[in-house]
Nanobody, 123 residues
Framework: EVRLVEAGGGSVQAGGSLRLSCTAF????????VGWYRQAPGHDCEFVSS???????EHAESVKHRFTIFQDNAKNTVYLQMNSLKPEDTAVYYC?????????????????WGQGTQVTVSS
């Protein structure tokens, strides 16, 4: 079965840190790379960060200098390290075997997506 499994969400206070993981089963994400997206209630799906097979990285402006993304190919896992968290980072976070998704709702009905993990940041 082809799937992505996420872990690592939770609740923290502003200024805290969390690390999310996204592990691929049944396929290698090396061809597609991995994107992280988030969706908060009442908001569109938002791109957060991505990494491609060559290690190329992109971040949304809102998370630059606070979030980092890295991969462990031996574990078929991509990580999103989130530091200096803010209340506005509160959302459900999804990883996807897609670095270029631009839809308003996530997860999409196509492609390979994780199940989502809740991140809540309190002030």
């Amino acid at each position: 079965e082809v799937r992505l499994v996420e872990a690592g969400g939770g609740s923290v206070q502003a200024g805290g840190s969390l690390r999310l993981s996204c592990t691929a089963f049944g396929f290698s994400y090396e061809d597609s790379g991995v994107g992280w997206y988030r969706q908060a209630p009442g908001h569109d799906c938002e791109f957060v960060s991505s990494i491609n097979s060559a290690g190329g990285i992109e971040h949304a402006e809102s998370v630059k200098h606070r979030f980092t993304i890295f991969q462990d190919n031996a574990k078929n896992t991509v990580y999103l390290q989130m530091n200096s968290l803010k209340p506005e980072d509160t959302a459900v976070y999804y990883c996807a075997a897609d670095r270029l998704f631009m839809g308003s709702e996530c997860p999409a009905s196509f492609g390979v997506w994780g199940q989502g993990t809740q991140v809540t940041v309190s002030s």
